[in-house]
């Protein structure tokens, strides 16, 4: 069923005949999440949505939004098990967050105005208020990017999941004028930035319950690393939301490229958007955030492990010509902008590499 409501036909007395709700399914149940999402939703709205929720498809006027040349871009990506986090701790309100940055932080890598934003809820049996603490997540990390949330798909399964369980995946479109394209002219001599992250993000965490279950540890005990809160607390920080930073720096031509670090690491994600015959150089050192050298300690994870499946606390990395006036931008945008290396020459035919001269220190009290 989708976030539209669809009509209730009544009829007379039914002789022993089976129902849907008798299936699994209850369709009052949908109706009833769409009308609790409705004002989260509405709160996303943007210049060129056309309509709102209810509707076959969405629609939106790329004129209206501003564009005169515009090439889309798209995106899809779910938050993977860090889900079985939110449902094992019953933490529901920011993996909505994480469903979005996963997507429209891809979008601004390539220089596009994420647009707009739909979600596929799927379960068993619909919770609706759980699963409205989900979609009002979405909603947040809509408004937090700019983008409008125009729809989505709930769907009720039964037999497709355990009691309780659900999956979600993000669908983002976003928009780029064709000559403002990411990355840019990428050239020897760029600096690269890094932007820290939140946290874990929306990457590793089957390597992170791993973790937990070898160590005997429960979501509810205290987070070593983070004064205060449970390991579910803290290791449900949501997932950074760069859009505004990039997109400001990129339209005020201060950075040649940018690369969302995600699954991967930055080995497996840094150098995709490099040009051939280029090698990205890190010799400068960064502090982890505490969480990964808990992790790396208690799990025994050798550094180069931690590096090809964590962010390690580095986000976002930016490539610029003119790292002195990008980071005091970034300085006024309230970012902590640590500058890790540079982009080298490398023969003209080799594919683009990473070259760590410097590992991060993983060390834990």
Not at 135 to 144: D, H, N, Q, S, Y
Not at 175 to 195: C, K, M, Q, V, Y
Not at 306 to 317: E, H, K, P, S, W
Request: hydrophobic fraction near 40%; charged fraction near 20%; aromatic fraction near 6%.
């Amino acid at each position: 069923m989708s976030h539209s409501k669809p009509d209730t036909v009544k009829s007379g007395a039914r002789n022993q005949g089976l129902t849907y709700r008798e299936a699994g399914v209850d369709i009052e149940a949908g109706d009833a999440l769409v009308e609790a999402i409705k004002p989260a939703a509405k709160a996303t709205t943007r210049r060129g949505v056309m309509g709102g929720l209810g509707g076959f498809g969405a629609l939106f006027d790329l004129k209206a939004a501003g564009f005169t040349d515009p090439v889309l871009v798209s995106c899809t990506d779910g938050v993977g098990t860090k889900l079985n986090l939110a449902i094992d701790s019953g933490l529901h309100d920011t993996v909505g967050i994480d469903l979005v940055a996963m997507c429209v932080n891809d979008l601004v890598v390539q220089g596009a105005e994420p647009l707009f934003f739909l979600d596929y809820f799927a379960t068993g049996k619909l919770a609706v208020e759980d699963a409205a603490r989900v979609v009002r997540g979405i909603a947040e990390g809509c408004r937090l990017s700019g983008c409008a949330l125009v729809g989505g798909e709930t769907a009720e399964m039964p037999g497709m999941y355990a009691a309780g369980h659900y999956d979600l995946a993000g669908f983002s479109v976003g928009a780029a004028e064709r000559h403002n394209l990411l990355p840019g002219s990428i050239r020897a001599g760029d600096t690269l930035i890094g932007l820290p992250s939140s946290g874990v993000h929306s990457n590793g965490f089957s390597l992170v319950r791993r973790i937990l279950e070898s160590a005997g540890l429960s979501l509810s005990d205290p987070a070593p690393f983070a004064e205060g809160k449970t390991l579910a607390e803290a290791l449900m920080t949501p997932t950074r939301l760069y859009v505004q930073q990039v997109l400001t720096l990129h339209r005020e031509g201060l950075i040649s490229g940018a690369a969302h670090i995600t699954g991967g690491g930055l080995p497996g994600n840094l150098p995709r958007v490099l040009p051939a015959g280029t090698s990205a150089v890190i010799d400068r050192p960064w502090a982890p955030l505490p969480v990964f050298c808990w992790l790396a300690q208690t799990g025994n994870v050798a550094p180069d492990e931690m590096l090809r499946v964590f962010n390690c606390g580095l986000g976002m990395i930016l490539l610029t010509p003119k790292p002195d006036e990008t980071c005091a931008r970034l300085l006024e945008l309230g970012e902590a902008p640590v500058v890790l290396g540079r982009i080298e020459s490398a023969p003209q035919d080799d594919a683009p590499t990473l070259d760590m001269k410097i590992m991060p220190e993983f060390t834990w009290p």
